[in-house]
T-cell receptor, first 109, second 113 residues
Framework: GIQVEQSPPDLILQEGANSTLRCNFSDSVNNLQWFHQNPWGQLINLFYIPSGTKQNGRLSATTVATERYSLLYISSSQTTDSGVYFCAVSVGANSKLTFGKGITLSVRP | EAQVTQNPRYLITVTGKKLTVTCSQNMNHEYMSWYRQDPGLGLRQIYYSMNVEVTDKGDVPEGYKVSRKEKRNFPLILESPSPNQTSLYFC????????????FGPGTRLTVT
């Protein structure tokens, strides 16, 4: 099956700093999503981005499908950005989302 | 508001006592699925449904049942829960299969003692 690797596994930032989270995948995908899992366990949709670039406030994402990677950018980080960030992909219409292991982000005040 | 809802959000139960976790979406989505999340194992798909009366197994279906009698509802049934089913469960839906954005519910934290 498809492999999804996220890096770095852990990230500690000072409030106000910028960061880049990376997701590499091993095959062509028809779906790629970024999620934020908050401390209460909820999975928050950040981006649906199988290709191209999107921005939503302080967050933006870019997927280069031909090179099989996606980047999530967080600018001017806030303590509420803390949590685990997951990249998830799928390779078929009837398949499933395969999740990476996640990146644990801690933003210190 | 467009959303996926799950009930209950938290449940502590005992081994062997049948339970149902409900999932409902108000977006007229055709595709629905269930995942479980466990430390060290990540999120894994349990079952999915492409439409009413169409369900199929995911990666970890053992010990679970589902039904899809209405488009909006996709309950997860544990006929005889065991401690290894202690987990965080998520329901998800999308307009039509995996090529569309998946919308996740808030999660159900289940503990089986």
């Amino acid at each position: 099956g498809i492999q999804v690797e996220q890096s770095p596994p852990d990230l500690i930032l000072q409030e106000g700093a910028n960061s880049t989270l990376r997701c590499n995948f091993s095959d062509s995908v028809n779906n790629l999503q970024w999620f934020h899992q908050n401390p209460w366990g909820q999975l928050i949709n950040l981006f649906y981005i199988p290709s191209g670039t999107k921005q939503n406030g302080r967050l933006s994402a870019t997927t280069v499908a031909t090179e099989r990677y996606s980047l999530l950018y967080i600018s001017s980080s806030q303590t509420t950005d803390s949590g685990v960030y997951f990249c998830a992909v799928s390779v078929g219409a009837n398949s499933k989302l395969t999740f990476g292991k996640g990146i644990t982000l801690s933003v210190r005040p | 508001e467009a959303q996926v809802t799950q009930n209950p959000r938290y449940l502590i139960t005992v081994t062997g006592k049948k339970l149902t976790v409900t999932c409902s979406q108000n977006m007229n989505h055709e595709y629905m699925s269930w995942y479980r999340q466990d430390p060290g194992l990540g999120l894994r798909q349990i079952y999915y449904s492409m439409n009413v009366e169409v369900t199929d197994k995911g990666d970890v279906p053992e010990g679970y049942k589902v039904s899809r009698k209405e488009k909006r509802n996709f309950p997860l049934i544990l006929e005889s829960p065991s401690p290894n089913q202690t987990s965080l469960y998520f329901c998800a839906s999308s307009p039509r299969g995996m090529t569309y954005e998946q919308y996740f519910g808030p999660g159900t934290r289940l503990t089986v003692t």
